[in-house]
């Protein structure tokens, strides 16, 4: 069976679907242990509660960024993982770390990217008056929230909505795209070559997967 780990620094709902999804079998792999750089994530708990292995690492007790990168490594390949799962993980990777799991390293971004990298993604939706929004599952190249696009959803954003409304719209359409872009990875079908990802043998058009209307 393949092995995933997957990084957290929060609530971990993100986390908490692909935990269930891998219980009802719709992801044909082990989580093997969730790691955190907040002692305090919420995410954590809800790993223990689901009786997989859960780690904290404390970023001020290490010297620098590539320092504590490193310690991750080592303590992420203890388990052997096939992919790593970047769930509201909120911390910039070093280079080394992207190079060492290239090609087997997915991020959640919460916009329609390329649209929105970075932080404040659902405020700034809001400012702009777009109207309509989503979020994106990518695999992690060196470029911030640059790396090519698998899977998008969108949501329409209503007028008078506010930030929570249209947070929990998005993280809604994340719990049911996440875990099925996890089960296309554990099941061999999807690979990154060069700057593109690829599903079944095709490569995805920019804005990922599209399901032909
Ligand atoms: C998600 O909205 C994800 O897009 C972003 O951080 C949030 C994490 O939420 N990267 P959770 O911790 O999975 O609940």
Same mark, same amino acid.
């Given at each position: 069976?393949?092995?995933?780990?997957?990084?957290?620094? *929060?609530?971990?709902?993100?986390?908490?679907?692909?935990?269930?999804?891998?219980?009802?079998?719709?992801?044909?792999?082990?989580?093997?242990?969730?790691?955190?750089?907040?002692?305090?994530? =919420?995410?954590?708990?809800?790993?223990?509660?689901? *009786?997989?292995?859960?780690?904290?690492? @404390?970023?001020?007790? =290490?010297?620098?960024?590539?320092?504590? $990168?490193?310690?991750?490594?080592?303590?992420?390949?203890?388990?052997?993982?096939?992919?790593?799962?970047?769930?509201?993980?909120?911390?910039?990777?070093?280079? +080394?770390?992207?190079?060492?799991?290239?090609?087997?390293?997915?991020?959640?971004?919460?916009?329609?990217?390329?649209?929105?990298?970075?932080?404040? @993604?659902?405020?700034?939706?809001?400012?702009?008056?777009? +109207?309509?929004? *989503?979020?994106?599952?990518?695999?992690? @190249?060196?470029?911030?929230?640059? *790396?090519?696009?698998?899977?998008?959803?969108?949501?329409?954003?209503?007028?008078? $909505? $506010?930030? $929570? +409304?249209?947070?929990?719209?998005?993280?809604?359409?994340?719990?049911?795209?996440?875990?099925?872009?996890?089960?296309?990875?554990?099941?061999?079908?999807?690979?990154?070559?060069?700057?593109?990802?690829?599903?079944?043998?095709?490569?995805?058009?920019?804005?990922?997967?599209?399901?032909?209307?």
């Amino acid at each position: 069976m393949k092995r995933i780990v997957v990084l957290i620094s *929060g609530n971990g709902s993100n986390l908490q679907a692909i935990i269930d999804a891998c219980k009802l079998k719709k992801i044909n792999g082990t989580l093997s242990a969730v790691f955190s750089n907040k002692a305090d994530a =919420f995410g954590l708990e809800r790993a223990r509660v689901a *009786g997989i292995p859960a780690h904290a690492l @404390t970023a001020s007790q =290490f010297a620098d960024r590539a320092a504590f $990168d490193r310690e991750l490594i080592q303590e992420i390949n203890a388990y052997a993982p096939d992919l790593v799962v970047l769930a509201g993980y909120m911390r910039i990777l070093s280079p +080394e770390f992207v190079a060492r799991y290239s090609g087997r390293l997915i991020n959640i971004h919460p916009s329609l990217l390329p649209k929105y990298p970075g932080l404040n @993604t659902h405020r700034q939706v809001l400012e702009n008056g777009d +109207e309509e929004h *989503g979020t994106s599952v990518h695999f992690v @190249t060196d470029e911030l929230d640059g *790396g090519p696009v698998i899977l998008q959803a969108k949501i329409p954003v209503f007028e008078g $909505d $506010d930030e $929570d +409304e249209i947070t929990a719209r998005v993280q809604h359409q994340e719990h049911a795209i996440y875990p099925l872009v996890v089960s296309w990875f554990m099941e061999g079908r999807l690979e990154m070559r060069g700057n593109s990802a690829w599903l079944d043998g095709k490569e995805l058009p920019k804005q990922g997967y599209a399901a032909e209307e």
